[in-house]
């Protein structure tokens, strides 16, 4: 026993434990009594070793963690542990937007007319005031009829870039560094021009360095590595790998400052720059803004590092896609990536890649070129040409009654229903939205009933819809694949329903419904009398077209659209199971404006059983 208390622990970390362990110890000896006694010397000298003893085992303990990529918690390790890894995180991105730009009533007709880049356009988000800067010069070539009837100039596609342009100046010299001094600078708007001298008018531009395989002493290539504080830094080479700079050499860092997510969203924009050869100018939006992002985050950092070090800087596999395509375009919220040999119907020689961006549905043209050229081109295997096709979307149409004891609460219904509200968003927020996205109808229900201590139970029907973009005045074909198997008992029990829309000859809203037993008919309602409301459903066509319920496939042939009875042509579809999944293209989501959410006072909940006659029934049935 002597022995034993003579040997110190040394695997407690809590400061009582390891000062129990020293009077332990200290138990073990002749020459010191006092150890045990608040009110001693040495009681005071026990505490500042436990003390010291602690603070290491803190320290050490966070030192360790901050040394590894999975346990590092501050933003300094893991950007650091990820340049080991020849990743950098991605800055923040400005919104932009496309617009067509139109000069109306001009006082003279050149044969040229020039948009400067960086003109200004205005607009507003949330009543808030944004700018917009054209991302290059655009010059139009009139036309002779332009100049001859006063046909107005129209350029056609206009690039904005959301955020506030700036440069900064830097002069080289031994030891200089080359900060960029502002945390939400867009780095994919970056220009690094280097100018021979202050006298000089002689201008070298520098380009991203995204491979040393293809460097040589002379490239005029700079690198970025993320800094303290969230800033940037620009480093250049040094004549062996990359040109490097001379002394007395000024840099020029152009770029924006982003509002981030802040301008996303924003539809109509207003030309404030100088007037145009005198004409008054007007913008018409192509396409919303959207694409601003905030820096990377620490999570995303940690996720994306590794799997770009696995793919090597290289497109083969569906994962290397992947990985670049997250790493290098933060927009991107969920990726898609197979094989051609994987395609309905298979198509070699192909990958096909879809990406669903943030806070809208689908990639401009211009960000489908970027990532074809920018990040794929030089990556690619050469033999494989990738195809960015746009997602398809899945809306899950639910409506729900929540059933609550209202003893339990002073919440009203409408109260309970906006918290039960807020938790299908989340969820769909949470799950869904991304390729790989499920709708588990049980975990959602769960949810609901644990949103709040006065719920009881809820009642919730499911419903696919699916928007369809008709062609107008041809007999077209539409195939509609759910994937998800379709309900079916052999009975028409409008399985498959649609919105109205109208043929060519009618005038006459007309729809489309499933006979339960594979067949798509198209009908329209016929008024009996003109005394009546009473109508008849007649069938037009019993075999317009063709459902595989198990498969979850619809096939519509040989339909003429000539106008719509609503906004979109949408398809609505039961569902065989109340779990919906998704693959290749196809996104599960929540459609918010098909959501229906109510809530009941249970009567039942208050222990007596004559309120079960006052019970509210809800169809489970959709």
Request: glycine share 6%.
């Amino acid at each position: 026993m002597a022995i034993e208390s003579k040997r110190i622990r040394v695997s407690e970390l809590d400061f009582d434990q390891i000062k129990t362990n020293l009077k332990n110890f200290l138990r073990g000896q002749q020459k010191f009594s006092d150890y045990d006694f608040e009110g001693s010397g040495l009681s005071v000298l026990l505490d500042v070793l436990a003390y010291n003893t602690h603070y290491n085992a803190l320290y050490t303990n966070l030192a360790v963690n901050e040394m590894f990529l999975d346990s590092a918690s501050k933003r300094s390790s893991v950007v650091s542990i990820a340049k080991q890894l020849g990743y950098t995180p991605q800055s923040a991105t400005s919104a932009r937007a496309s617009v067509r730009v139109r000069v109306n009533n001009p006082t003279s007709f050149p044969a040229t007319l020039t948009l400067p880049k960086n003109s200004p356009f205005s607009a507003k988000v949330n009543d808030v005031d944004y700018t917009f800067y054209s991302a290059e010069q655009l010059t139009l070539v009139s036309s002779v009829s332009n100049a001859k009837y006063g046909a107005p100039y129209v350029f056609g596609e206009v690039e904005l870039i959301e955020g506030t342009p700036l440069t900064f100046k830097y002069t080289a010299a031994a030891g200089q560094k080359y900060i960029i001094p502002n945390q939400y600078a867009d780095l994919s708007t970056l220009t690094v021009q280097v100018q021979e001298s202050a006298s000089s008018d002689m201008f070298t531009t520098f380009t991203p360095a995204s491979s040393l395989v293809e460097l040589a002493y002379d490239s005029k290539v700079y690198y970025t590595k993320e800094i303290d504080g969230g800033l940037f830094e620009i480093v250049f080479g040094d004549d062996v790998v990359s040109a490097g700079l001379t002394n007395g050499n000024i840099v020029h860092l152009n770029y924006f400052v982003s509002n981030r997510a802040d301008a996303n969203g924003a539809r109509s924009f207003g030309y404030d720059g100088s007037a145009l050869i005198g004409g008054t100018v007007s913008v018409t939006t192509l396409t919303p803004a959207a694409g601003g992002t905030d820096p990377e985050s620490i999570d995303s950092i940690k996720y994306n590092a590794p799997r770009l070090y696995t793919a090597q800087n290289r497109a083969v596999t569906p994962d290397d896609y992947k990985a670049l395509i997250y790493s290098k375009f933060p927009v991107a919220k969920s990726v898609s990536v197979w094989g051609g040999e994987d395609n309905n119907p298979p198509v070699y020689g192909k990958t096909f890649i879809c990406v669903k961006p943030e806070n809208v549905s689908k990639l401009t043209n211009q960000q489908k070129s970027d990532i074809l050229t920018s990040i794929l081109s030089s990556r690619q295997v050469v033999s494989i040409t990738p195809v960015i096709v746009d997602p398809e979307y899945l809306n899950i149409a639910l409506t729900t009654t929540v059933y609550y004891n209202d003893r339990k609460t002073t919440k009203t219904a409408s109260e309970i229903a906006q918290i039960a509200r807020a938790t299908i968003l989340n969820y769909d927020d949470r799950y869904l939205q991304r390729f790989d996205g499920v709708y588990r109808h049980s975990q959602l229900s769960r949810l609901i009933d644990t949103s709040d201590s006065a719920i009881i139970s809820n009642v919730t029907t499911v419903l696919i819809r699916r928007n369809i973009s008709p062609r107008y005045n041809v007999s077209a074909e539409y195939t509609i694949n759910v994937i998800n198997p379709i309900f079916t008992t052999g009975l028409p029990e409008g399985a498959v329903t649609s919105t109205s829309f109208f043929v060519p000859g009618s005038d006459v809203a007309h729809y489309i419904q499933d006979d339960g037993v594979g067949n798509i008919q198209l009908y329209y309602f016929s008024q009996a009398s003109l005394t009546t409301s009473e109508t008849t459903k007649v069938i037009v066509n019993p075999k317009i077209g063709t459902v595989d319920y198990a498969a979850g496939i619809i096939n519509i042939k040989n339909l003429t659209i000539s106008a719509l009875g609503d906004i979109d042509w949408e398809i609505t579809i039961k569902p065989q199971s109340n779990d919906i999944v998704s693959a290749y293209t196809q996104i599960a989501q929540i459609a918010h404006d098909h959501l229906i959410v109510s809530a009941i006072a249970d009567k039942t909940a208050n222990g007596d059983m004559r309120a079960g006659t006052n019970y509210v029934f809800t169809s489970s049935r959709s």
